[in-house]
């Protein structure tokens, strides 16, 4: 069973920085899509970060220029590092991937990791 665990989630300042950390761990073949999401209460999920088989991240207007996503493939974790934190960006951020379970796996299988609290507030 694939598994995805958040951590890094914290109460900071304006214009302070986080990094946010998703261990992945289970078995597949191969990622197809990796994604940041955030989500408020009472509000849809927003994607911040997606990237599609190892091409550039694509992020959302939101985030341009002041977050970034990286990948340790020997470490299995992807990354999401957040500088200049806004309190519009208060939220529960999650990590989601889509991966091909084996490699004649004709669908595509997705998970989410449980979410971590982030807070900015002066």
């Known amino acids: 069973q694939v598994r995805l665990v958040e951590s890094g989630g914290a109460l900071v300042h304006p214009g302070e920085s986080l990094r946010l950390s998703c261990v992945i761990s289970g078995d597949f073949f191969s990622i197809h899509v990796m994604d940041w999401y955030r989500q408020v209460p009472g509000k849809e999920r927003e994607v911040v970060v997606r990237?599609?088989?190892?091409?550039?991240?694509n992020y959302a207007d939101f985030v341009k220029g002041r977050f970034s996503f990286s990948l340790d493939r020997a470490k299995n974790t992807m990354w999401l590092q957040m500088h200049g934190l806004r309190p519009e960006d208060t939220a529960v951020y999650y990590c989601s991937i889509r991966v091909r379970p084996k490699p004649t796996s004709p669908a595509i299988d997705e998970y989410w990791g449980q979410g971590t609290q982030v807070t900015v507030s002066p």
């Open positions: 990237t599609i088989d190892d091409y550039t991240p």
